[in-house]
């Protein structure tokens, strides 16, 4: 079975540009979380979806947005980017929303703001 | 608050030699604990976890985890290192449907 995949894997925008992210899940997986770890930290926790609804949100500005489609897959959505949202971005995808489920994640998405 | 302590940010052992790397958690209740691998410029991959029950758990790739509430710890052990256990090391902690991540802890291995 395929893993989590992440697209692109490398992107470079500028400062006040929009960047759209996108995760595909393990087959029969239905919740989503994203996650944002910057160089030299661990992963911070931006938001979980869980059957096409948001389920959980950390500690972001509403610059950042997230959505689920049917087919479980997701979007993470980050506007007016500042050079600060240079991070790389990954995805987990995992059977239910809480926390006894185990979390896989994708190889990331490398976002270079400039 | 949810916190996840990784004391060490870098760790240099040698090949063939034993390892411990150390995790404190802070949490309310039994929390779900988790270790994962992370090599450069990959995603994470889940080594153990531990939820209840025997409080020594086994992962892959020779790696085990040991809970002990009374310290709110969660140490993760390997008895022989190989070069390829060189990498970014994360303790995690599970809360309803949130993950808190600690800072990581470089491991670099030396023949």
């Known amino acids: 079975d395929a893993g989590v995949t992440q697209s692109p894997t490398h992107l470079i925008k500028t400062r006040g540009q929009h960047v759209t992210l996108r995760c595909s899940p393990i087959s029969g997986h239905k919740s989503v979380s994203w996650y944002q770890q910057v160089l030299g930290q661990g992963p911070q926790f931006i938001f979980q979806y869980y059957e096409k609804e948001e389920r959980g949100r950390g500690n972001f500005p509403d610059r950042f947005s997230a959505r689920q489609f049917p087919n479980y897959s997701s979007e993470l959505n980050v506007n007016a980017l500042l050079l600060g949202d240079s991070a790389l971005y990954l995805c987990?995808?995992?059977?239910?929303?809480?926390?006894?489920?185990?979390?896989?994640f994708g190889p990331g998405t490398r976002l270079t703001v400039l | 608050a949810q916190s996840v302590t990784q004391p060490d940010i870098h760790i240099t052992v040698s090949e063939g030699a034993s390892l411990e790397l150390r995790c404190n958690y802070s949490y309310g209740a039994t929390p779900y604990l988790f270790w994962y691998v992370q090599s450069p410029g990959q995603g994470l991959q889940l080594l153990l976890k531990y939820f209840s029950g025997d409080t020594l758990v086994q992962g892959i790739k020779g790696f085990e985890a040991e809970f002990k509430r009374s310290q709110s710890s969660f140490n993760l052990r390997k008895p022989s290192v190989h070069w390829s256990d060189a990498a970014e090391y994360f303790c995690?902690?599970?809360?309803?449907?949130?993950?808190?991540f600690g800072t990581g802890t470089s491991l670099t291995v030396i023949p």
């Open positions: 987990a995808s995992s059977l239910g929303p809480s926390a006894e489920n185990t979390q896989y």
């Open positions: 995690a902690v599970g809360d309803g449907n949130q993950f808190y």
